[in-house]
Every structure is written in C-alpha cells, then in structure tokens.
T-cell receptor
Framework: GAGVSQSPSNKVTEKGKDVELRCDPI?????LYWYRQSLGQGLEFLIY????????KSGLPSDRFSAERTGGSVSTLTIQRTQQEDSAVYLC??????????????FGPGTRLTVL | AQKITQTQPGMFVQEKEAVTLDCTYD???????LFWYKQPSSGEMIFLIY??????QNATEGRYSLNFQKARKSANLVISASQLGDSAMYFC??????????FGTGTSLTVIP
C-alpha cells in the first residue's frame, strides 16, 4: 500500500515568510510525528499526534511553529515568520498508534526547507 | 541525560565483512522497544529491525541482527556480509510505553569495495 507522503519535497522561501508543510500518513495509522533534521544531524522531535488526544507539542522550538491534524489523517506543520535557522529537512512519520512498545514508525521522504 | 547514545560518528567496513554499530540507551521503564533505522543519502528513513524489552531472543531480519544486552542497556546493530548499498546513516531509537520515540545522533557507515 501507499507509504507516508509529504509535500512539497522542496521549499525555498524568504526570511519572514510563512510556510506550510503537509504530511499524509499511511491509511489506518492513528499516530503521526513531525521531526526536524538539520544537515548532518540527528532527528529532533517536534510534535506527536495520537488519535483524538491532545498533541504532545513539547518539541516545538518556538511559538512560530504549529501543527494541526484534520480528521485524524492529514497533518500540516506551519512555520510563521521563517528564520534562516529553520532551514532543515522536516520529516513526518506515522504508526499504528499502539499504546505498547511494539509501535513502529514509518517515515515519509521529507520536505527540504531552505530559508534565504 | 541522553536517552539514546551512539558513540561512533563514522565507521568503515570492508565489503563482505560484518560490522557492529553501537547503541546504548537510558530508561527506568521496564517496558520499552528498540528500533534501528537506515538513512541513505537520498534521505528517507528505512525501518530495519525491532527489539522489545521482554523479548528473550535477539531480533534478526535477514543480514541485520540486534545484539541486545539488557543488563548493559545496549542494543547494537550487527550487519553481516556488508554490501556497498549498506553505506548510509544508521539511527538507533527507543520508545517507552505510551511515549514518544527518542533517536540517537546516528552513525555514518561507509562500505569499502
């Protein structure tokens, strides 16, 4: 079946502009995660949605970052007033949302954001 | 404290040889899952292997095996018979019961022909 999809694959924007990044999870997956990966670095957790529960926003670096998930499926990560340090690859992952420890995340191809 | 530690920023291995990528973890939760992902230069994160804290045997998936030493809190990835296509970044991750995933900083593996 279809995997996690993300759009756009690349986004170049000017400093101060707002951007929206989209993630379409695997059908039937109730959990959705956003991560940021700067060049040559590991994954930085941003936000986690699980079903209808309130999202875990503990990883969002500032109030310029927000995310929503409509209808328990597609998610949009919004970055307002972008800064050059926001340049990174933004990865989305989804999982079945099992409460136990066996839940496995599957990742999308990422969106490469460049802020000029 | 770091939840996941990968101490090898870069590793080299000769083609067809085996290689071990180190991962140690920190948790006081008795219930947790350990994962390894591969990230080639193309950027996608590929799930490789999973080990549960209650699993009695080490996980294996083809040429990948996980050397799970619970008392030492280590979950090393062993790749047997390395291939050129194994050259990539490898990330170790952990999930505690009901919580988010924690990732290590990764190990860059280069397979030498």
């Amino acid at each position: 079946g279809a995997g996690v999809s993300q759009s756009p694959s690349n986004k170049v924007t000017e400093k101060g502009k707002d951007v929206e990044l989209r993630c379409d999870p695997i059908s039937g997956h109730t959990a959705l995660y956003w991560y940021r990966q700067s060049l040559g670095q590991g994954l930085e957790f941003l936000i986690y949605f699980q079903g209808n529960s309130a999202p875990d926003k503990s990883g969002l670096p500032s109030d310029r970052f927000s995310a929503e998930r409509t209808g328990g499926s597609v998610s949009t990560l919004t970055i307002q007033r972008t800064q050059q340090e926001d340049s990174a690859v933004y990865l989305c992952a989804s999982s079945l949302g099992l409460a136990g420890i066996t839940d496995t995340q599957y990742f999308g191809p990422g969106t490469r954001l460049t802020v000029l | 404290a770091q939840k996941i530690t990968q101490t090898q920023p870069g590793m080299f291995v000769q083609e067809k040889e085996a290689v071990t990528l180190d991962c140690t973890y920190d948790t006081s939760d008795p219930s947790y899952g350990l994962f390894w992902y591969k990230q080639p230069s193309s950027g996608e994160m590929i799930f490789l292997i999973y080990q549960g804290s209650y699993d009695q045997q080490n996980a294996t998936e083809g040429r990948y095996s996980l050397n799970f030493q619970k008392a030492r809190k280590s979950a090393n990835l062993v790749i047997s018979a390395s291939q050129l296509g194994d050259s990539a970044m490898y990330f170790c991750a952990m999930r505690e019961y009901g919580n988010q995933f924690y990732f290590g900083t990764g190990t860059s593996l280069t397979v030498i022909p």
